[in-house]
Structure formats: C-alpha cells, structure tokens
Nanobody, 125 residues
Framework: QVRLVESGGGLVQAGGSLRLSCAASGRTSSNAVMGWFRQAPGKEREFVATISRLGRVTDYSQSVKGRFTISRDNAENTVYLQMNSLKPEDTAVYYC??????????????????WGQGTQVTVSS
C-alpha cells in the first residue's frame, strides 16, 4: 500500500505562485511514475503533469506547459508541482497519483494505482 499526502495548496492572486508537495509513504515511491491531476468544480478530473521514476522525463498538459514544473526528490519520497503565473482557471483540487507499472510517463487516470486526498488551490482575479 502507498499513502500519498498533498500539501501546499491555498489562496493566491492571479499571477502568483504556489508549490505543491506530495509526500509518499509505504511502498518506495522511487519505483513509481508520479502524476498530478486536478478537478475544478463541475468538471472532470484532468491531467496536469507527470514525471518518470528518476525524474528524467516529464510531460505537461498544454494548459500549464511553461508555467508549471513537476519535480521529485526520491530521497525524501516527495514529488513537487511548482506553479507560476497562476490564473483563475487553475482553481481546482489538485491530486497526486502513483503508478507502479512500467517506467513510462502517464496521462490517464486509470493508469495510476494510488491517489492522494487532494489539496485545494484557489486563484483570485
């Protein structure tokens, strides 16, 4: 079993920055491809970013590319999402997820095995 706990969410003005953290416990997270997803009110959960086991490969949704950066510290079993130039449309609950399959970055929810409870990010205009 793996437990994922997100933190770092909050209220920020448009143009501001936040850094989300996802701390993993249980199974060694360095063996997992990690991802961030988000769900805005009234919308489906959507892919945000993903990172390979050693952090060498990343990918992002078009809506956040160039503004968000995913990274990981395997020694600390933590994955980060640095969010810059935030927009009101980034308002959502952000979830981290872990996949223990092959070391291939993943964008689909059903490819992930474990999920955190989420952290709220609210961007005011």
């Amino acid at each position: 079993q793996v437990r994922l706990v997100e933190s770092g969410g909050g209220l920020v003005q448009a143009g501001g920055s936040l850094r989300l953290s996802c701390a993993a416990s249980g199974r060694t997270s360095s063996n997992a491809v990690m991802g961030w997803f988000r769900q805005a009110p009234g919308k489906e959960r959507e892919f945000v970013a993903t990172i390979s086991r050693l952090g060498r490969v990343t990918d992002y949704s078009q809506s956040v590319k160039g503004r968000f950066t995913i990274s990981r510290d395997n020694a600390e079993n933590t994955v980060y999402l640095q969010m810059n130039s935030l927009k009101p449309e980034d308002t959502a609950v952000y979830y981290c997820a872990a996949s223990f399959g092959a070391n291939i970055i993943r964008k689909r929810e059903n490819e992930y095995d474990y999920w955190g409870q989420g952290t709220q990010v609210t961007v005011s205009s």
